[in-house]
């Protein structure tokens, strides 16, 4: 499966954004997928996962109640929409594809096979 994202961009802290993760390739919509974040020099962090089907969604501490991830599977398309966005939100994003076929929505970075090239969010106080 490749994975595009996109929507990232300049917004100032309580803005909005929202990013899109399009799928393509061999049956897109039989897996779960996740959206991690890198800051400069530091590691690639998990932000919110969901489920094949869209019932199932888990976030990070960090991103509860600001942050929503939703998929179309129509589309083939997963998305973050990201609220009061704070500065330290900051980071280039990533979608990814959970290559397990069974288990609820996870931010375990090692079951993630698949990732796209990022889309890099600035949030300026």
């Known amino acids: 499966v490749q994975l595009q994202a996109s929507g990232g961009g300049s917004v100032q802290a309580g803005g909005s954004l929202r990013l899109s993760c399009a799928a393509s390739?061999?049956?897109?919509?039989?897996?779960?997928m996740g959206w991690f974040r890198q800051a400069p020099g530091k590691d690639r962090e998990f932000v919110a996962a969901i489920s094949r089907s869209g019932s199932s969604t888990y976030y990070a501490d960090s991103v509860k109640d600001r942050f929503t991830i939703s998929r179309d599977n129509a589309k083939n398309t997963v998305y973050l929409q990201m609220n009061s966005l704070k500065p330290e939100d900051t980071a280039v994003y990533y979608c990814?594809?959970?290559?397990?076929?069974?288990?609820?929505?996870?931010?375990?970075?090692?079951?993630?096979?698949?990732w796209g090239q990022g889309t890099l969010v600035t949030v300026s106080s």
């Open positions: 990814a594809a959970d290559r397990r076929l069974l288990g609820r929505p996870t931010g375990d970075i090692r079951v993630y096979d698949y």
């Open positions: 390739g061999r049956t897109p919509n039989n897996y779960a």
